[in-house]
């Protein structure tokens, strides 16, 4: 496969704090036959003015309608023959376009790569690593698609998987990402191959949506937490209506279903939204008569973390 040309995405909107170190993790790859494409959402803040300085960018400044909007934007004006994504407050691992041009180079039939992934934040101490997340192992597949973490910006793909399977469902607007994977490998029946080796390092970080390590107890994460557990919800329902669908993904999907279901029902009561409790309840048990006894577990596994202090 030799130095294919490598496209990476990134959707952005006022990041002026955290581009620069996205930026250069692309630069630090030495690999020479890459672009950056950065799809910014007409930032207000310094972040244009701090792109301007790098003039090997691809910047589009426009309106959009959301992260996976701008993605699509982003993978229709590329050009590169390998595709992977990479938010703007997160980095890329060092020696990732090593391991994926040589796992595709290896594998000709492959459509898309998977590395691990860690999770860093910066404190006042320096920075430090909070976890890592290996690879995803045939054994595991559809429980990290389903049920676990996905690794999703750790997937670098083929042109022809947007191709032939079509882009990110831009209706979501947190979830997509996971969905997108499901879609691959449900519909497409792709399968990715593994390298051993972390290819990107998510940081966490107040701003952040979903690597945070705020308390869903707190008003504004609480908020946002719904929200992104009612897309969450949505999309499975999606999966659980098909006729079509494999037996073990019917199986965790419903499962992972009943888990996000309890867990917008236990958020929107503390926060007092009586609606929200009833329609988490009703979506749980319309769709499985034991959600019950997932709600009594899930609820005596929380009391458990709580008196023990593991909260």
Known sequence: MGQPLISIITPCLNREDFIREAVESVLSQNYPNFEHLIMDACSTDRTLEILRTYPHLHVVSEPDQGMYDAINKGIRRSQGKIIGLLNTDDILADGCFEAITTAFDRHHEALAVVGG???????????????????????????????????????FYRREVFERFGYFDASYRYVSDRFYLIHLAVDGG?????????????????????????????????????????????????????????????????????????????????????????????????????????????????????????A
């Open 117 to 155: 992934v860690t999770v860093f934040c910066d404190d006042p101490s320096g920075r430090r690593t909070i976890s890592s997340t290996p690879t995803i192992g045939p054994d595991e597949f559809w429980y990290r698609l389903i049920q676990g973490h996905p690794v999703s910006n750790a997937w």
């Open 190 to 310: 792709v399968r990715p191959v593994a390298v051993p080796q972390a290819l990107y390092h998510y940081r966490q970080h107040p701003g952040s949506g979903t690597m945070t390590d705020e308390d869903s107890r707190s008003k504004p994460y609480g908020f946002m937490r719904m929200t992104l557990l009612k897309e969450d919800i949505r999309a499975r329902e999606e999966y659980l209506d098909r006729p079509d669908l494999p037996g073990e993904v019917r199986r965790r999907m419903r499962r992972e279903h009943g888990e996000r279901c309890y867990r917008l029902a236990a958020t929107a009561l503390y926060h007092r939204q009586g609606r929200l409790v009833l329609d988490a309840v009703r979506r749980g048990w319309g769709r499985n008569v034991l959600w019950p006894f997932i709600f009594i577990e899930m609820a005596a596994r929380r009391l458990w973390k709580e008196v023990s202090g593991n």
